[in-house]
């Protein structure tokens, strides 16, 4: 049974990994919620955690910018975001506009393992 809840997951390349590994081992406390996922990593999710989710578009394709839609309409409770801290990315100002949206509408926002801990600790 899915909760109230909504919350988002998203990881760059070089920290996909890292958050299905996550995923993986806090499966139980993702799968109440409404989960919603940018395209790539939405795929990686549903086929290697077996989450049912919503994937949007990718990323650099739109993704983040419908996350910030998201958050802009109420619509979006929590976002984990694994930003790589090391690589340049092409959309960096979706990047920007998203954590700036999550910021502005006090979205809970963790972007690291300890604060994903965090978030999903808190979240109903
Ligand atoms: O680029 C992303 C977030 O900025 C993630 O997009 P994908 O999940 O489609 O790789």
Do not use: C
Not at 41 to 62: F, I, N, Q, W, Y
Not at 92 to 100: C, G, I
């Amino acid at each position: 049974m899915t909760s109230g809840s909504t919350m988002a997951l998203v990881a760059h390349d070089g920290m996909k990994n890292l958050l299905i590994d996550w995923s993986k081992r806090n499966k139980a406390a993702l799968e109440p919620l409404t989960l919603f996922a940018t395209g790539t990593t939405g795929g990686r999710l549903t086929d290697e955690v077996g989450l049912t989710l919503t994937a949007l578009k990718s990323g650099p394709k739109g993704g983040d910018a419908q996350l910030g839609a998201m958050i802009a309409e109420g619509r979006l409770d929590a976002l984990v975001f694994f930003i790589d801290p090391l690589s340049a990315l092409p959309h960096d100002v979706d990047v920007k506009s998203l954590l700036r949206l999550a910021i502005l509408y006090d979205t809970q926002l963790a972007v690291n393992e300890s604060t994903a801990n965090a978030v999903l600790a808190n979240i109903r």
